[in-house]
C-alpha cells in the first residue's frame, strides 16, 4: 500500500473539520461532566458552542497548527499545540466571566472542555498521521543489534514515510535493559540472536556502534544461515531512513576480509640491521617499495635512497614520509632514474657514497598487460635487474634483496616468466660473477594493498558498480597483507647464508570467489544470483586470462626448510650453474639486441 497523498489544502480542511468535531463533542462532555448526568447537546446554547469554535479555530491560526504537516507530527507539534490551547483558555475563561450570568455557562466547564478538546485534538492528529504514513509492505524489516543513542534516533526516523526500513526487533547485551521495551519492541539479549534469526525473516541487520565490529559479523556470517539478510552499520541504516539505497562499507581491512591472525613484528631485531645503513629501494614509489621504505624508515637507516621513474609516485612516498614524521627529511634521497640506465645511478651523486643493502622492488607487475607487451616486461623485468646487480657490484653492496613472486613458479604468464629468470640471474650473479654480497629473493604470493591486487578492486567495484568481476569460480589465491609481506621480507635478511630463496608462509590458498562474496556481506550487500534476483551485486565470471592459473605454488617440489621465523621458509631448490649460466647469457644477448622474443621458447628454457 502506498502512502496518502492528498493536495494540502484538502488536508487542512479535513484537520480543521476534525477539530471543529472535537471542540464541539468536548464542550458537550464536558457539560456532563461537570452535572454528573448526560447532558443533552441541544441544551446547551448555541453561543458556547461558536465561543470555543471562534477562539479556537482563531487562535490555532495565528499559531500557525494548521500549517504543521501531520504526516511530521511529533512532540514539537504537541507542545505548540498545548501553548496555543492555554491561550484559548484564558480567553474562554474570561469570556464565561461576563457571559455566565445571561447565558448558563459553569465556571468549571472550559477548565474541563481544554483538556478534553487538546486530548481529542492529539489523538485526532496521531491517527491521521499514521493513516498518512501507513507503507509498512514496502518496508523492510531489520533487527537492531545494541542499544545506544545514535541506534534510538535510527529507530525514532525510521518511523518516517520514506524510510524504507521497519525495526521490528531489537538486540542488546546490557543487563540493564533486561525485559524492557523500547517503542513496544521488546529488548531481547545476544544470547537469542540464533532463536531470532532462526524465528524471523530479516532483509537487514543493523549494529551499533558497539557491535559493528569483524568479530560480530563473523558469528552472524559463519554461524547463522542469513541468506537475503544484509549486514549494515548506523551510517548505512541512516540513508535508508532517508528513503536512500544504502552505499556499501568503506572502511574494510584486510583482517575484515581473510581469517588470518595479525602479525607481531619483532622491531628489536630489525632496529640492529637496518639502524645506520645506507639502504637503496628501487619502484620506492609502488605499493611494494613505498611500504619497504615505510617500515624501514622505523629502524632509523642512516640514508634511505628512493628509486623510482614515476616523479608523481616519489613525491607521494617523499611526503607520506616527511609529513607523518617517520624519517627526518635530511635523510631520504630521492632518485628520479630507471634501472635499466646504470650509467645514470653511477653518475648521480652516488659513486661516492656507500650503499649497505639494495631492495630491487622495481618491476612491472600486471598480468594482463605482460601478456599483450612481452617484450616490453621481459626487458624492464630482466634488464632491469641485470643493470641493478651490476650497481651492486660497482658500488660494492653488502646485501642485495630481490622482490620474486609465486608466479615464478612452474611459470605460465610472461609476469612469472621474467620473475623466474630474475631469479636464475640473481643466482647467476651469486655464482659466476660477485659473490662478496649476500643474495635474497624472496617469494610472495598476493598482498592486499599492493596495486592490482584482488580484494581493493573488488571493493572499489563495488563503489562503482553493480558487479563484481572473477575470472574463474574456482580460482584460488594466497594472501597476506602488504605490512606482513614486508615484514617478513626484513626479517629474512636476519637469517644468513650467502645465497637464498626465501618463501613466505601465506597460509592456505582461498577462494577468490568466497572472497567476493565475503566482500559483499560485509559491505552491507547481498550477491545477486539466480536463486536471489533482488540482490544487489552480481558476481560475473569472465574467464582465465592469459597466462593465469587457477592455483597458485610457493615452491618447487616439497624442499622446504624451516628457518627461525614459522613464516619464512627456505627453498632448496637445485639450480644448474651450467644451465642457467647458458639460458642467461642468451636472454640477455636477445635484450642487448633489442630482439622480439618468443613465448614458447621462453617458457620451454625457463620453466
Same mark, same amino acid.
Given at each position: 500500500?502506498?502512502?496518502?497523498?492528498?493536495?494540502?489544502?484538502?488536508?487542512?480542511?479535513?484537520?480543521?473539520?476534525?477539530?471543529?468535531?472535537?471542540?464541539?463533542?468536548?464542550?458537550?462532555?464536558?457539560?456532563?461532566?461537570?452535572?454528573?448526568?448526560?447532558? *443533552?447537546?441541544?441544551?446547551? !446554547?448555541?453561543?458556547? %458552542?461558536?465561543?470555543?469554535?471562534?477562539?479556537?479555530?482563531?487562535?490555532?491560526?495565528?499559531?500557525?497548527?494548521?500549517?504543521?504537516?501531520?504526516?511530521?507530527?511529533?512532540?514539537?507539534?504537541?507542545?505548540?499545540?498545548?501553548?496555543?490551547?492555554?491561550?484559548?483558555?484564558?480567553?474562554?475563561?474570561?469570556?464565561?466571566?461576563?457571559?455566565? +450570568?445571561?447565558? %448558563?455557562?459553569?465556571?468549571?466547564?472550559?477548565y474541563i472542555a481544554i483538556v478534553?478538546?487538546?486530548?481529542s485534538m492529539v489523538f485526532v492528529?496521531?491517527?491521521?498521521?499514521?493513516?498518512?504514513?501507513?507503507?509498512?509492505?514496502?518496508?523492510?524489516?531489520?533487527?537492531?543489534?545494541?542499544?545506544?543513542?545514535?541506534?534510538?534516533?535510527?529507530?525514532?526516523?525510521?518511523?518516517?514515510?520514506? @524510510?524504507?526500513?521497519?525495526?521490528?526487533?531489537?538486540?542488546?547485551?546490557?543487563?540493564?535493559?533486561?525485559?524492557? +521495551?523500547?517503542?513496544?519492541?521488546?529488548? @531481547?539479549?545476544?544470547?537469542?540472536?540464533?532463536?531470532?534469526?532462526?524465528?524471523?525473516?530479516? =532483509?537487514?541487520? #543493523?549494529? !551499533?556502534?558497539?557491535?559493528?565490529?569483524?568479530?560480530?559479523?563473523?558469528?552472524?556470517?559463519?554461524?547463522?544461515?542469513?541468506?537475503?539478510?544484509?549486514?549494515? !552499520?548506523?551510517? $548505512?541504516?541512516?540513508?535508508?531512513?532517508?528513503?536512500?539505497?544504502?552505499?556499501?562499507?568503506?572502511?574494510?581491512?584486510?583482517?575484515?576480509?581473510?581469517?588470518?591472525?595479525?602479525?607481531?613484528? !619483532?622491531?628489536?631485531? &630489525? &632496529?640492529?640491521?637496518?639502524?645506520?645503513? *645506507?639502504?637503496? #629501494?628501487?619502484?620506492?614509489?609502488?605499493?611494494?617499495?613505498?611500504?619497504?621504505?615505510?617500515?624501514?624508515?622505523?629502524?632509523?637507516?642512516?640514508?634511505?635512497?628512493?628509486?623510482?621513474?614515476?616523479?608523481?609516485?616519489?613525491?607521494?612516498?617523499?611526503?607520506?614520509?616527511?609529513?607523518?614524521?617517520?624519517?627526518?627529511?635530511? +635523510?631520504?634521497?630521492?632518485?628520479?632514474?630507471?634501472?635499466?640506465?646504470?650509467?645514470?645511478?653511477?653518475?648521480?651523486?652516488?659513486?661516492?657514497?656507500?650503499?649497505?643493502?639494495?631492495?630491487?622492488?622495481?618491476?612491472?607487475?600486471?598480468?594482463?598487460?605482460?601478456?599483450?607487451?612481452?617484450?616490453?616486461?621481459?626487458?624492464?623485468?630482466?634488464?632491469?635487474?641485470?643493470?641493478?646487480?651490476?650497481?651492486?657490484?660497482?658500488?660494492?653492496?653488502?646485501?642485495?634483496?630481490?622482490?620474486?613472486? =609465486?608466479?615464478?613458479?612452474?611459470?605460465?604468464?610472461?609476469?612469472?616468466? *621474467?620473475?623466474?629468470?630474475?631469479?636464475?640471474?640473481?643466482?647467476?650473479?651469486?655464482?659466476?660473477?660477485?659473490?662478496?654480497?649476500?643474495?635474497?629473493?624472496?617469494?610472495?604470493?598476493?598482498? #592486499?594493498?599492493?596495486s592490482g591486487s584482488v580484494i581493493?578492486?573488488?571493493?572499489?567495484?563495488?563503489?562503482?558498480?553493480?558487479?563484481?568481476?572473477?575470472?574463474?569460480?574456482?580460482?584460488?589465491?594466497?594472501?597476506?597483507?602488504?605490512?606482513?609481506?614486508? %615484514?617478513?621480507?626484513?626479517?629474512?635478511?636476519?637469517?644468513? +647464508?650467502?645465497?637464498?630463496?626465501?618463501? &613466505? =608462509?601465506?597460509?592456505? $590458498?582461498?577462494?577468490?570467489?568466497?572472497?567476493?562474496?565475503?566482500?559483499?556481506?560485509? *559491505?552491507?550487500?547481498?550477491?545477486?544470483?539466480?536463486?536471489?534476483?533482488?540482490?544487489?551485486?552480481?558476481?560475473?565470471?569472465?574467464?582465465?586470462?592469459?597466462?593465469?592459473?587457477?592455483?597458485?605454488?610457493?615452491?618447487?617440489?616439497?624442499?622446504?626448510?624451516?628457518?627461525?621465523?614459522?613464516?619464512?621458509?627456505?627453498?632448496?631448490?637445485?639450480?644448474?650453474?651450467?644451465?642457467?649460466?647458458?639460458?642467461?647469457?642468451?636472454?640477455?644477448?636477445?635484450?642487448?639486441?633489442?630482439?622480439?622474443?618468443?613465448?614458447?621458447?621462453?617458457?620451454?628454457?625457463?620453466?
Amino acid at each position: 500500500m502506498k502512502n496518502i497523498n492528498l493536495p494540502r489544502n484538502l488536508k487542512k480542511i479535513i484537520i480543521i473539520s476534525a477539530d471543529v468535531i472535537c471542540i464541539l463533542f468536548s464542550v458537550f462532555i464536558a457539560f456532563s461532566l461537570r452535572l454528573e448526568t448526560f447532558y *443533552s447537546p441541544l441544551a446547551i !446554547n448555541i453561543t458556547v %458552542y461558536f465561543l470555543f469554535l471562534v477562539i479556537i479555530i482563531g487562535v490555532n491560526f495565528f499559531f500557525g497548527i494548521y500549517d504543521t504537516v501531520i504526516r511530521f507530527f511529533n512532540i514539537l507539534n504537541i507542545l505548540n499545540l498545548s501553548k496555543s490551547l492555554i491561550i484559548c483558555a484564558l480567553f474562554i475563561i474570561f469570556a464565561n466571566l461576563i457571559i455566565y +450570568k445571561q447565558i %448558563y455557562f459553569p465556571r468549571s466547564v472550559p477548565y474541563i472542555a481544554i483538556v478534553l478538546i487538546f486530548l481529542s485534538m492529539v489523538f485526532v492528529r496521531v491517527i491521521l498521521n499514521l493513516i498518512l504514513n501507513f507503507n509498512f509492505s514496502k518496508k523492510k524489516n531489520c533487527l537492531l543489534i545494541g542499544v545506544s543513542r545514535n541506534s534510538l534516533n535510527v529507530m525514532n526516523l525510521s518511523r518516517n514515510p520514506e @524510510s524504507l526500513i521497519n525495526i521490528n526487533s531489537i538486540i542488546d547485551a546490557t543487563k540493564d535493559l533486561k525485559k524492557t +521495551k523500547i517503542n513496544g519492541i521488546s529488548i @531481547s539479549k545476544f544470547e537469542d540472536l540464533e532463536k531470532i534469526l532462526k524465528n524471523n525473516e530479516f =532483509d537487514f541487520i #543493523i549494529l !551499533n556502534e558497539k557491535f559493528n565490529n569483524i568479530k560480530i559479523k563473523n558469528i552472524i556470517l559463519k554461524d547463522y544461515k542469513i541468506d537475503n539478510a544484509r549486514i549494515i !552499520n548506523l551510517d $548505512q541504516s541512516i540513508q535508508l531512513v532517508q528513503g536512500q539505497k544504502h552505499s556499501p562499507e568503506k572502511n574494510l581491512n584486510f583482517h575484515d576480509i581473510v581469517d588470518k591472525t595479525k602479525f607481531h613484528p !619483532n622491531k628489536d631485531l &630489525l &632496529l640492529k640491521k637496518i639502524s645506520n645503513k *645506507s639502504i637503496l #629501494i628501487t619502484g620506492a614509489g609502488g605499493s611494494i617499495g613505498s611500504e619497504l621504505a615505510k617500515q624501514i624508515s622505523i629502524y632509523k637507516p642512516r640514508n634511505l635512497y628512493l628509486l623510482d621513474n614515476s616523479e608523481i609516485n616519489l613525491f607521494d612516498i617523499y611526503n607520506n614520509l616527511i609529513m607523518n614524521k617517520k624519517i627526518l627529511i635530511n +635523510k631520504v634521497k630521492i632518485i628520479l632514474c630507471d634501472c635499466n640506465k646504470i650509467n645514470d645511478l653511477k653518475l648521480n651523486n652516488l659513486k661516492s657514497k656507500k650503499i649497505d643493502i639494495i631492495f630491487h622492488a622495481a618491476a612491472f607487475k600486471h598480468l594482463s598487460f605482460g601478456e599483450n607487451n612481452l617484450d616490453s616486461m621481459i626487458y624492464n623485468n630482466v634488464n632491469g635487474l641485470n643493470q641493478m646487480l651490476n650497481f651492486c657490484k660497482y658500488m660494492k653492496v653488502k646485501e642485495f634483496v630481490f622482490i620474486s613472486s =609465486d608466479k615464478a613458479v612452474n611459470p605460465k604468464s610472461i609476469l612469472g616468466i *621474467s620473475k623466474k629468470i630474475g631469479e636464475y640471474l640473481v643466482f647467476y650473479y651469486y655464482k659466476m660473477i660477485n659473490n662478496r654480497t649476500h643474495y635474497s629473493i624472496v617469494r610472495f604470493g598476493n598482498v #592486499i594493498g599492493s596495486s592490482g591486487s584482488v580484494i581493493p578492486k573488488f571493493i572499489n567495484q563495488i563503489s562503482s558498480s553493480s558487479q563484481l568481476t572473477l575470472s574463474h569460480k574456482k580460482v584460488k589465491r594466497y594472501f597476506m597483507s602488504i605490512q606482513e609481506a614486508i %615484514y617478513l621480507t626484513l626479517y629474512s635478511m636476519t637469517l644468513k +647464508k650467502n645465497f637464498n630463496i626465501f618463501a &613466505l =608462509d601465506m597460509g592456505n $590458498q582461498i577462494s577468490i570467489y568466497n572472497i567476493a562474496n565475503r566482500i559483499i556481506k560485509l *559491505s552491507g550487500m547481498n550477491a545477486k544470483t539466480k536463486k536471489n534476483a533482488k540482490g544487489d551485486i552480481e558476481i560475473k565470471i569472465s574467464g582465465l586470462k592469459k597466462g593465469e592459473k587457477i592455483k597458485e605454488e610457493i615452491s618447487l617440489g616439497k624442499n622446504l626448510e624451516r628457518t627461525k621465523h614459522e613464516k619464512i621458509f627456505r627453498c632448496n631448490e637445485n639450480f644448474e650453474i651450467k644451465i642457467i649460466s647458458k639460458k642467461i647469457k642468451n636472454i640477455l644477448k636477445l635484450i642487448s639486441l633489442n630482439k622480439s622474443i618468443n613465448k614458447k621458447k621462453i617458457i620451454n628454457d625457463f620453466k
